[in-house]
């Protein structure tokens, strides 16, 4: 402990003190029932473009801050990870599950227009 202020401790040590000793005392449930009850008051405060706003602010600051390289890596790694803990028949599943809801988005007339537009891009490359 450093003797900063006529042998008391600082803030930053005693926050810092008081959060392991509450470390110790408490389990996982703990800090999930008061982040739970933390997120509940925070979400009643405000509405939804508020969190709109922020969550914009820091995709924007995150933005300026990487290269697209950065994001490039992630992804990847997000993806190999991915596919590392799901088998074959997840994604069987999502990729039905998207085509269907695809399906019952649109209708004839849009799939026959992409894939019109798709036949054209195909034969300018050959």
Do not use: P
């Amino acid at each position: 402990m450093a003797d900063n202020n006529n042998g008391k401790m600082s803030y930053e040590e005693a926050g810092k003190k008081g959060g392991q000793a509450t470390s110790k005392n408490h389990d996982k449930e703990f800090y999930q029932e008061i982040g739970s009850k933390g997120g509940d008051a925070n979400a009643s405060e405000h509405d939804k473009e508020h969190f709109q706003n922020i969550g914009s602010k820091g995709g924007q600051a995150n933005a300026e801050e990487h290269n697209k390289e950065h994001f490039q890596n992630i992804g990847s790694k997000g993806g190999q990870s991915t596919a590392d803990s799901h088998g074959e028949d997840f994604y069987e599943d999502i990729g039905s599950k998207g085509g269907k809801a695809n399906a019952e988005s649109h209708d004839k007339k849009h799939f026959q227009e992409i894939g019109s537009k798709g036949g054209r891009s195909n034969s300018d490359n050959n």
